[in-house]
């Protein structure tokens, strides 16, 4: 483990790692660790491969976004995803949108990189996630 690893002690005595502190996707209040849905989304399968963030969300503050590489010839809807994550995940965990993409952004070593995972996934959502003009007026 390294420091912002976060883990859970099981009642049998092992440790399960649940993964990085600052990706946790915070929804309603309710935490989420975008790799436990990232698990149930590979087993599904017509998914290759799957990256999971949390985007801004009116109501709860960041929503479960997916997004998927699906194996060739695959067509799966967010309906199905969402039903298929719903048997085997809490309902709030399930993805509230999901795109599929060509490749799942990862760096050198292989693991899904969130920032770059994010930056796709805002902006497949329409969102700018760029900061406001230093000489735009904001109502001051």
């Known amino acids: 483990m390294l420091p912002g690893d976060l883990a859970r002690r099981e009642p049998d ?3 399960s ?3 990085r ?3 946790t996707i915070n929804s309603g209040g309710e935490k989420i660790h975008p ?3 990232e698990g149930v989304l590979l ?3 017509d998914v290759f491969d799957a990256g999971v963030v949390g985007t801004p969300h009116e109501r709860w503050g960041e929503q479960v976004t997916a997004l ?3 194996r060739a010839g695959a067509t799966l809807s967010l309906e199905q995803l969402q039903d298929h994550s719903r048997k085997l995940i809490a309902g709030f965990k399930a993805p509230k949108a999901v795109f599929t993409v060509d490749h799942v952004p990862r760096t050198v070593l292989g693991k899904i990189d969130y920032r ?3 930056s796709l996934a805002l902006e497949l959502l329409g969102l ?4 406001p003009d230093r000489d735009t007026n904001l109502g001051g």
């Open 116 to 118: 770059a995972l994010k």
């Open 35 to 37: 790799e436990e849905v």
């Open 17 to 19: 790692l649940l993964g």
């Open 21 to 23: 502190g600052v990706v």
């Open 68 to 70: 998927v590489q699906l």
């Open 43 to 45: 087993q599904h399968p």
């Open 128 to 131: 700018d996630k760029r900061e």
């Open 13 to 15: 005595g092992t440790i």
